[in-house]
């Protein structure tokens, strides 16, 4: 799960646990203004293709976490439980979507769309 704040215009992201060595980052910083858009999609999320890893990890309905790269996007994943996972769609960023574990999908959603309005 990634823990969020949102800061003088930045949403930081911290992972926790275990999941830092899975996913090889500790933490991301992203201006708000490079947030294009956000949303839900169980699709995307409950496929057991994330695309090629480098590096990362994917044990279907286990974990997903790290970089992979799919339909020529650079793609973080942080994923347990898919039904609390949101997809944030970025611009100018070295990851073209984020998909990562929220504790409140929906509340998350709205405190990120008020931000960027």
Avoid: C
Avoid at 23 to 28: C, G, Y
């Amino acid at each position: 799960m990634i823990k969020t704040e949102i800061k003088d215009n930045i949403l930081h992201l911290y992972v926790e646990g275990a999941d830092k060595i899975w996913a090889f980052k500790s933490q991301l910083s992203i201006p708000l203004k490079h947030i294009t858009g956000i949303r839900l999609d169980e699709e995307i999320v409950n496929k057991w293709w994330r695309g090629l890893k480098l590096p990362g990890v994917n044990i279907p309905y286990v974990i997903t976490a790290g970089t992979f790269y799919h339909d020529g996007k650079r793609i973080f994943w942080d994923i347990h439980h898919p039904k609390q996972a949101i997809i944030l769609s970025l611009a100018d960023e070295k990851y073209s979507e984020l998909v990562i574990e929220v504790e409140n999908p929906e509340m998350f959603m709205q405190e990120i769309q008020q931000a960027i309005k």
